[in-house]
């Protein structure tokens, strides 16, 4: 059984609240949905900003979206937030077909 960090868990379900959502959502409404805090949930979203796996809009109904220009995985997630599974291969080709198919395998949403 795995068992994911408390941040890489909080980041996943707010890339998964969001799945589907056209409008930006605040970050309150996020965090009372998942069961967090928003200081918390702010600290978790700035990390997916700057990977680019969040996009903040602005202003009056203004909030956070998934960035419909990046591929989100729960591999992508978790590098996001300075996790990352430590795989070592020797092979370079077999290391990125294995990175490949744990992206594929842990998709959260294809945007």
């Keep these: ?13 707010t890339t998964e609240y969001l799945k589907g959502k056209t409008k930006p959502v605040r970050l309150s ?6 069961g967090t805090t928003d200081n918390f949930i702010e600290q978790v979203a700035r990390k997916l900003r700057v990977a680019g796996i969040l996009k903040s809009v602005r202003g009056p109904g203004g909030g956070h979206l998934l960035n419909s220009e990046t591929t989100v995985t729960a591999l992508a997630v978790a590098e996001a937030l300075g996790y990352a599974p430590q795989v070592t291969l020797s092979n370079k080709s077999a290391a990125d077909r294995l990175r490949a198919n744990l992206a594929s395998a842990f998709s959260v949403t294809e945007v």
């Design 1 to 13: 059984m795995l068992k994911l960090n408390r941040n890489v868990e909080v980041a996943l379900q």
């Design 29 to 34: 409404e996020i965090a009372q949905s998942i």
